[in-house]
């Protein structure tokens, strides 16, 4: 199949969605790059799919521009915007064989039967279904339908591929396999890619870059590196990550950061109330910390997962590397790393360090 | 409940053998008294044993009553009856699930209210508009006085005469006008994944490409079912041809079965014709039953596999 036509650039203007008076996207501007692959990630509800609906042209946007490629495109019918879309379900056809599935779209568009079909057995090589294409939907596995899908929207050599949640209905080994799949053919296609996904995995391994949206807005917007270790908010920080990233109020003295029985946890130039993050996996276990009662225990072999008390009472996760020193015990102390150690506002959740703990 | 003891089991079939033979008891008797003479019928009355003249019964069926041409009456019939019926059906339930109309909910609970009246709650107004088809539009020019308009400036009353009684249109109309086949469509649409037709717009399908494409071959099994259930209604409909058609030669065949019997209270009804005319009469709907049998089931259940 030929290589595709050149990956557009999907620039959002202050784009607005609401159901009557429900708002359900506050207006929101983003940039998606050219022949990037972008995963918008957040909890259901949140309006991703939506999103991924307006710039399919699917969904009306109440407000606000969507340019692809520079043009405005809101206004314009789905089938001229070149886009494509892989659904959550599939939605093949039921009634049509996997060729005529494949080559519908292009069928629509009046393309003659031998380019036609020139064109479906090349992009069903690309998902490697040559064998299978005058079978129906019904008698394929969840995987392969899965494929039938990408190839279809893939067929048409679009400038802009867009996929709801596409790898849900998998199960998890064969979901695995699909990412590296997908991860290959956005390489290989070099279509501008947009991702919708509950899932942090699938973010974190596909996205070149991750779009947090949370009630309709945007938390933030950065590379999956970025995301895991300068969350830009309380959200962020809770969302990503498994265990997730250890939240602990605490009050600034300008030296240490406190629990409120006044047991400190780490070195800071903060005065004031603020919310400490740290990830479970960078939390260390030292001679001489902060002492903590483990609770609960969960080997997982390749690390374990503790739930100690501190002495507060609150109950935090720490992730250890399997070692001998904490098997036995019920008692240990904990070392926070300051470069480790996020620090966010309780009031709005935005970040407050934002020069510190620049670490990989 | 699912209960596997041999007492319920065995009752259970005792009770549908007895529900069995209740039903073929009567189907019995019709089949084995259209094989009988006039003569023998006369002399034994009701047999169990069956007769040879089953042919000649029908020849006489055939050459001495209106039933072919009424049988023809209703093959027209319940074939329009079902044609439109499944068209109008697919229609509406298509603009109902896959448009979003500002009052589809009110306008889907107005085509399931017909259900709650059935003709023959309004057959006397049926009558009425068969009669004159025309007479809502009078009765609307009436009441926005254009009527006494037109009268005081050109002297003529406008009275439209239209009637449709004694017509096959008049004949199926009516039988036409309920919500059951819009509601099996709808159900049926709602099953279907809600990403279809977005698929479908994504691969450049306009409504009536997508309704063509792929709506209509996936309802196969519903059009037949929908086709079948609305033919045997317009087959076995009795009240509204009964009063509908008022020649014998417009009349269906059910009518045509109910006046084989005679008039005169004294005769002897030729019983052994009569059970061939039910026979006759029964013989394509059963057919059409028989043939389309694993569709109407198909189509009915709803289910996807």
Known sequence: MQPASIAAEIALDAVEKSFGNTPVIPPLSATLGAGEFTVVLGPSGCGKSTLLNMIAGLEPVSAGRIRIDGQEVQDWEPKDRGC????????????????????????????ARAERQ??????????????????????LSGGQRQRVAIARAIVREPRVLLFDEPLSNLDAKLRHGMRMELSHLHRRIGATSVFVTHDQVEAMTLADKVLILNEGRIEQFGTPHEIYHFPASLFVAGFIGAPAMNLIEVEGDGTALRLPDG???????????????????????????????????????????????????????VSTPLGGDTVAADQLSLHLPEAHVHLFDPASGQRLNVTQGQVR | MIENTKSLDRTANVILAVGVLYILFPLVITLVTATQSFESFLQNGFSFIPGTYLLENIQIVWETTQLPRQ???SIIVATMVALIKCGIAFTTAFAIVYFRIRYGGILFGM?????????????????????????????????????????????????????VLNTYFGLA???LANGTGTFLFRQYFRTLPADLSKAARMDGAGPMRFLWDILIPLSRANFAALFVLMFLGGWTSYLWPLVAASTPEMQTAVVGLARLSPGDPGQIPHYPAIMTGALMVSVIPLAMIALMQRHIVRGLTLTEK
């Open chain 1, 84 to 111: 494509a879309m892989v659904f959550q379900n599939y939605a093949l056809y039921p009634h049509m064989t996997v060729a005529e599935n494949i080559g519908y779209a292009l069928k629509v568009a009046g393309i």
């Open chain 1, 118 to 139: 020139q064109r479906v057995e090349g992009a069903a090589r690309v998902v490697q279904l040559g064998d299978l294409l005058d079978r129906r939907p019904g008698q």
């Open chain 1, 263 to 317: 047991t400190a946890l780490a070195g800071s130039a903060h005065r004031g109330r603020a919310v400490l993050g740290i990830r479970p996996e960078k939390l260390r276990i030292a001679e001489d910390g902060l002492p903590a009662t483990i609770v609960y225990r969960e080997d997982l072999g390749s690390h374990a997962v503790l739930v100690v008390r501190l002495g507060s009472g609150q109950e935090i996760n």
């Open chain 2, 71 to 73: 049988l023809l009456n």
């Open chain 2, 111 to 163: 085509v399931l209210v017909t259900n709650l009246m059935p003709l023959d709650l309004r057959f006397i107004t049926t009558y009425q508009v068969a009669a004159n088809i025309m007479m809502p539009v009078n009765a609307l020019l009436d009441f926005f006085g254009i009527t006494y308009i037109v009268q005081t400036l050109t002297g003529y009353r406008m009275n439209f005469q239209v009637s």
């Open chain 2, 173 to 175: 109309a009516p039988l």
